[in-house]
């Protein structure tokens, strides 16, 4: 059973980093795309960036560029979001979720009706 796993959330200050990880279970995350989706109280789930098969391929949300980097580690089967200068408006849960299997080996998709797998969430709260 494909399951994705996210960990690294928590209560940062504004202006702090956290690293978000997203860990494959039962499936090598090689064959997907990987995108890193956030969803607040009383907002719709919004996309924050994605990474290729290859890695080569990757997408932020224009709010997000130069704050957030995605990136990920094929040997530990896992898919980073490094996050600086938080912001209290950043505060959401955050999701990975895996597009695939095989998608374009360069290229990651934006729209969370592309993923198929999920993970069940980590929560980043960023407050003073």
């Known amino acids: 059973q494909l399951q994705l796993v996210e960990s690294g959330g928590g209560l940062v200050q504004p202006g702090g980093s956290l690293r978000l990880s997203c860990a494959a279970s039962g499936f090598t995350l090689d064959r997907y795309a990987i995108g890193w989706f956030r969803q607040a109280p009383g907002k719709e789930r919004e996309g924050v960036s994605c990474?290729?098969?290859?890695?080569?391929?990757?997408n932020y949300a224009d709010s997000l560029k130069g704050r957030f980097t995605i990136s990920r580690d094929h040997a530990k089967n896992t898919v980073y979001l490094q996050m600086n200068s938080l912001k209290p408006e950043d505060t959401a849960v955050y999701y990975c979720?895996?597009?695939?299997?095989?998608?374009?080996?360069?290229?990651?998709?934006?729209?969370?009706?592309?993923?198929?797998?999920w993970g069940q969430g980590t929560q980043v709260t960023v407050s003073s």
């Open positions: 990474i290729s098969r290859s890695g080569v391929g990757t």
């Open positions: 979720a895996a597009d695939g299997p095989l998608t374009l080996f360069n290229v990651c998709r934006k729209s969370t009706a592309d993923y198929d797998y």
